[in-house]
Each structure stands twice: as structure tokens, then as C-alpha cells.
């Protein structure tokens, strides 16, 4: 008795078995084996659910690899080079996207190099078109990896000077003197002379330049030009200005006055104050700062 209920419990399981998988397990690979097919030749593309749902879950996936290998990588990382790094790893990310897209193409059946062959015109054209945006991507990474340029920068392109306030991956911005916001595509930096005036250090040296007429004392004009310098403000005390006698100018002796500043940014107000005293001073002690002249000889002609 009791072996006979024992086989009809196993016979009962046998057929839940097979109703599970003929019927159950059937009926859901049916449902993902739906799509549509296009194409024609020996190897037409399909587009399954199943494949879909692959590249869905595969995408996800990868989606919480990326923020998790982003987070472990910059938690110990100041501000200022998380943010860089965050910009070259929006590049990494897209890149990894294309290829687990790909990759689920290809493990649901699809034959990705179809995909490939017949866009291959069409993916030339797009880097044809958008072969300077790769440069400024390019440039972008380069700069952040070798820190060539950082946020706070004082810079100097085609004549423009410039504060740098923000690095992306495929443009810089930086405010210049007259308080205008100046975009330059990253590809610059790497292809074209930039002068970065604070690099190093902060500090830099610069210059007013004047002349005064011939017969003027130079030691005189030496002493207000040192003067000059050390009562301006914004003109650091160490390392201590100094002046030079330039050259013999066709109409004037030409001086400079070198001084060290701590923000270049503001230095063409610093100038424009000093030029003020200067020229003060120059009155009060009657230096004259000639203007250019030129002697008109006329010989008359003995015919």
C-alpha cells in the first residue's frame, strides 16, 4: 500500500515536471523568441524580446559596475581632481556602453558585424564631421592628466587674458578682464602657444615703460620711477623693483620699471595707476616726456 501511493506521488511529479517544462518553460522561451526580423541574405537580422531584455539587464549592470568603480576610485580624492577625473570617466562610460551593447547583440544571436559593415559609411562620415570634437575631447583629457592647466589659472591665447573658472572635457571657460566669459575648445591648448602666467607661482613681474627727453636727469627719473613703485599698491615689497635704462630712443631716453605683482589679472589697472604718478611727478620735478619729432631740411636748388 504505502509503496504503491510512493510511485503514484512520483508519477504525479513526473507529470507537474513535465507540464512545467513543456508548457510553462515553452510558453516563456515562445514569448522571448518574439520579434522581428529584416535584412535579407544568409544572415538576416532579428530582434528578439530575449535579445532586448539581455541588452536591458546587461546595460544595467554595467550602469552599477561604472558608479560603483567611480566611487571607489574617488572617495579619497580632493574636490578639484574628482571633477576631472569625472569628466575623462563620462568618455569611459560611453565607450563602455557601446561595447556591452555590442557584446549583448551578439551573445543573443544577432551578428553584430552586419551591424557594423552597414553603418561603416555612415561612422566615417559622423568622424569626418566630428573629428575636431574628438581633438577637443582629446585636449581635454590631456589636460587633466598631465594638470597643464587648473581652475584659477591666469592665461594669455591670441592675445586674450583670461581666468580660468571651469575645465569640461571638450571646452575650458574663463572670464577675462573686461568680465566677458570666453569659451576655447580644448584642442587649442594642445595646438596653438598658450602662456600660462601662473603655473608656477603667482607671482609674476611686470613692467611701465616711459621715455623722457633727451638732456633729463637720470638719476632723477630713476629715483620717482623707484618711488613710483613702492607707494603703489598691489606692487609687492620683495622682490623689490627695480629700473632700467633701456635704450637711446630716436626721440627720447626710454626707461622700464620692473615690480612684482601678486594677481596678474589686475595689472592693467596697477600700470594705469603708476602711469598716473609717474607723470605727476614728472611735472613736478619738470621731466618732460617728449613726443616724436623729425627736422624737415629744404635745400634750394641753384637751377
Known amino acids: 500500500m504505502f509503496q504503491e501511493v510512493q510511485e ?45 531584455l539581455l541588452v536591458i539587464i546587461s546595460f544595467l549592470v554595467a550602469s552599477l559596475l561604472l558608479r560603483l568603480t567611480r566611487s571607489f576610485i574617488t572617495r579619497s580624492m580632493e574636490r578639484q581632481d574628482e571633477l576631472k577625473f569625472i569628466s575623462i570617466f563620462k568618455f569611459i562610460r560611453y565607450f563602455t556602453y557601446l561595447v556591452v551593447i555590442l557584446l549583448s547583440l551578439g551573445a543573443s544571436g544577432i551578428d553584430v558585424t552586419v551591424l557594423i559593415t552597414a553603418s561603416a559609411a555612415f561612422f566615417v562620415g559622423l568622424g569626418l564631421a566630428l573629428q575636431e570634437l574628438f581633438q577637443d575631447v582629446i585636449g581635454g583629457i590631456f589636460i587633466m592628466v598631465d594638470k597643464s592647466l587648473a581652475v584659477g589659472d591666469i592665461i594669455e591665447l591670441n592675445g586674450k587674458v583670461g581666468r580660468i573658472f571651469e575645465i569640461k572635457l571638450r571646452t575650458t571657460r574663463a572670464i577675462t578682464r573686461d568680465d566677458k566669459v570666453i ?43 623707484l618711488a613710483c613703485a613702492e607707494k603703489q599698491n598691489g606692487v609687492l615689497k620683495s622682490p623689490i623693483p627695480f629700473v632700467l635704462f633701456e635704450d637711446f630712443g630716436d626721440s627720447a631716453l626710454l626707461f622700464g620699471v620692473y615690480f612684482f605683482i601678486q594677481d596678474s589679472f589686475v595689472d592693467p589697472r596697477i600700470k594705469s595707476e603708476m602711469r598716473f604718478k609717474i607723470d605727476e611727478e614728472f611735472r613736478k620735478n619738470g621731466i618732460s616726456i617728449p613726443f616724436p619729432q623729425r627736422d624737415v631740411h629744404f635745400y634750394k636748388s641753384n637751377s
Not at 576655447?184 to 608656477?200: A, R
Request: glycine share 10%.
Open 8 to 52: 503514484n506521488i512520483e508519477d504525479g511529479a513526473e507529470k507537474v515536471k513535465d507540464i512545467i517544462q513543456e508548457d510553462i518553460w515553452s510558453t516563456i522561451a515562445q514569448f522571448l523568441n518574439l520579434g522581428y526580423s529584416f535584412g535579407d541574405g544568409e544572415n538576416p537580422i532579428r530582434l528578439t524580446i530575449g535579445g532586448m
Open 183 to 225: 569659451i576655447i575648445p580644448n584642442h587649442k591648448f594642445i595646438s596653438e602657444i598658450v602662456y600660462n602666467y601662473t603655473q608656477n607661482h603667482n607671482t609674476t613681474r611686470e613692467a611701465v615703460k616711459v621715455g623722457v627727453a633727451y638732456g633729463s636727469d637720470t638719476k632723477l627719473v630713476k629715483k620717482i620711477l
